[in-house]
């Protein structure tokens, strides 16, 4: 090793000058390359890639943002129907960005954030539309499931949970986690029991609601990098929510008896004026945040998603067109697959009615139908590579013989 004299080696490895790919010299050290990109590493590890942020602005900030009817059309694509929805969140999403790279300094005016609360049947595409939505402006999108959060100190996950996601979906840059989306599935199950507030403690309901309400406004919360629960020891990156866009979304099963009750469409006694009135009207479409409170979500929380949509039950038709019309439709899936093992997949236009037929029984929405073609398709996909059939057509006797167990099964 050269002598400390010469100055010709690493001080922090001790590799001589010669060994080295470079080495920098400074007043009274030396540091070599590999030194350098290793001190690089560390540094990010240990502030979670704080430092190489600092100098950035947020007006920097530029994306590529559609217009909202452009974004409706995208969706158009891979979503049938639910129009209403499709507008309210192209809007929120187009005015969110618009903010985020809005400048208020030279105006004054600060543009708040308005997060969106969507209320749909399961398997109507609420976090089809999100994850779309989601690709569609490339931006860091992840869905975390309300479920299993709790309030801190309880087994469970903490409410910074849901940014931690966020966090590695972006692979650990900040910047883009603070510009990010997130979809909180199932809000409806952290509902309170009741509309008055509760006397013992909800850890999991109305404590976590009360967990939410800064992250949904706009908060520095203290994440940890790799998930998982806090400790003292615990290195945290701090990351701001207020350019976060949050969208929630839930069942919400029960809230039409609310909105019934809520327009005096209940009926009394013998009556039968109220009923009819109540099937000539989707409740739905009138839910207020009224109902929202009555159902169990506390007020605080409510104000925090201004934007409040439904999104309808999917009828025959719609259930229909999402089989066979969206560029990633179900039996375009199946027949793609095929098409890998060189064989040409068709299917018969009265087997698709079966199918359809079946699913509207289930009340699944979209899920009951891959529930049903996973079931029709079982036998061919297993047999199907083995053999040398160059085409295949599901007829609608194969979607009754392979679906007769399931009629027995809902007899029984």
Same mark, same amino acid.
């Given at each position: 090793?050269?002598?400390?004299?010469?100055?010709?080696?690493?001080?922090?490895?001790?590799?001589?000058?010669?060994?080295?790919?470079?080495?920098?010299?400074?007043?009274?050290?030396?540091?070599?390359?590999?030194?350098?990109?290793?001190?690089?590493?560390?540094?990010?590890?240990?502030?979670?890639?704080?430092?190489?942020?600092?100098?950035?602005?947020?007006?920097?900030?530029?994306?590529?943002?559609?217009?909202?009817?452009?974004?409706?059309?995208?969706?158009?694509?891979?979503?049938?129907?639910?129009?209403?929805?499709?507008?309210?969140?192209?809007?929120?999403?187009?005015?969110?960005?618009?903010?985020?790279?809005?400048?208020?300094?030279?105006?004054?005016?600060?543009?708040?954030?308005?997060?969106?609360?969507?209320?749909?049947?399961?398997?109507?595409?609420?976090?089809?539309?999100?994850?779309?939505?989601?690709?569609?402006?490339?931006?860091?999108?992840?869905?975390?499931?309300?479920?299993?959060?709790?309030?801190?100190?309880?087994?469970?996950?903490?409410?910074?949970?849901?940014?931690?996601?966020?966090?590695?979906?972006?692979?650990?840059?900040?910047?883009?986690?603070?510009?990010?989306?997130?979809?909180?599935?199932?809000?409806?199950?952290?509902?309170?029991?009741?509309?008055?507030?509760?006397?013992?403690?909800?850890?999991?309901?109305?404590?976590?609601?009360?967990?939410?309400?800064?992250?949904?406004?706009?908060?520095?919360?203290?994440?940890?990098?790799?998930?998982?629960?806090?400790?003292?020891?615990?290195?945290?990156?701090?990351?701001?929510?207020? %350019?976060?866009?949050? =969208?929630?979304?839930? /069942?919400?099963?029960?809230? &039409? +008896? !609310?909105?019934?009750?809520?327009?005096?469409?209940?009926?009394?006694?013998?009556?039968?004026?109220?009923?009819?009135?109540?099937?000539?009207?989707?409740?739905?479409?009138?839910?207020?945040?009224?109902?929202?409170?009555?159902?169990?979500?506390?007020?605080?929380?409510?104000?925090?998603?201004?934007?409040?949509?439904?999104?309808?039950?999917?009828?025959?038709?719609?259930?229909?067109?999402?089989?066979?019309?969206?560029?990633?439709?179900?039996?375009?899936?199946?027949?793609?697959?095929?098409?890998?093992?060189?064989?040409?997949?068709?299917?018969?236009?009265?087997?698709?009615?079966?199918?359809?037929?079946?699913?509207?029984?289930?009340?699944?929405?979209?899920?009951?139908?891959?529930?049903?073609?996973?079931?029709?398709?079982?036998?061919?996909?297993?047999?199907?590579?083995?053999? %040398?059939?160059?085409? =295949?057509?599901?007829? /609608?006797?194969?979607?009754? &013989? +392979? !679906?007769?167990?399931?009629?027995?099964?809902?007899?029984?």
């Amino acid at each position: 090793m050269a002598s400390k004299k010469s100055g010709s080696f690493c001080s922090f490895c001790g590799k001589p000058k010669e060994e080295a790919t470079m080495l920098i010299s400074g007043i009274e050290a030396n540091i070599c390359d590999a030194c350098v990109e290793q001190a690089s590493k560390i540094v990010d590890v240990e502030l979670g890639g704080v430092a190489k942020k600092r100098t950035s602005k947020e007006t920097d900030f530029k994306i590529n943002l559609p217009k909202p009817n452009e974004i409706k059309k995208h969706l158009d694509e891979y979503v049938i129907g639910q129009d209403q929805a499709k507008k309210v969140l192209a809007v929120a999403v187009y005015n969110h960005y618009k903010r985020v790279m809005h400048n208020p300094n030279n105006e004054g005016i600060e543009i708040e954030k308005s997060n969106v609360l969507m209320v749909g049947e399961t398997g109507t595409g609420k976090t089809l539309l999100v994850r779309t939505l989601a690709k569609a402006l490339k931006v860091p999108f992840c869905i975390a499931d309300a479920t299993v959060l709790t309030e801190a100190g309880y087994v469970g996950e903490d409410v910074e949970s849901v940014i931690s996601r966020l966090y590695q979906a972006s692979d650990y840059d900040l910047e883009a986690t603070q510009r990010g989306i997130v979809y909180i599935d199932e809000i409806d199950k952290i509902a309170r029991k009741g509309d008055n507030p509760s006397i013992s403690r909800d850890v999991s309901g109305e404590g976590v609601q009360q967990g939410l309400l800064k992250l949904l406004e706009g908060t520095v919360a203290n994440i940890a990098p790799e998930g998982g629960r806090k400790h003292p020891d615990q290195k945290f990156v701090k990351i701001d929510t207020r %350019n976060i866009l949050f =969208i929630c979304g839930g /069942a919400f099963n029960g809230i &039409e +008896k !609310l909105i019934a009750r809520r327009l005096n469409n209940s009926s009394v006694g013998f009556l039968t004026q109220g009923k009819e009135r109540i099937k000539d009207i989707n409740l739905i479409e009138q839910i207020a945040p009224t109902d929202l409170k009555s159902f169990g979500l506390i007020p605080e929380i409510i104000g925090r998603m201004p934007m409040i949509t439904f999104l309808q039950p999917l009828d025959r038709d719609a259930l229909k067109n999402i089989l066979i019309k969206p560029k990633n439709a179900l039996l375009k899936q199946y027949i793609k697959l095929m098409e890998l093992e060189g064989i040409t997949l068709d299917f018969d236009k009265k087997a698709i009615e079966l199918i359809v037929s079946k699913a509207v029984e289930f009340k699944l929405g979209a899920r009951g139908l891959r529930t049903i073609c996973e079931k029709l398709m079982l036998d061919v996909m297993f047999d199907a590579p083995s053999k %040398n059939d160059k085409a =295949i057509t599901i007829t /609608a006797d194969m979607v009754v &013989e +392979k !679906l007769a167990d399931l009629d027995a099964s809902k007899a029984a």
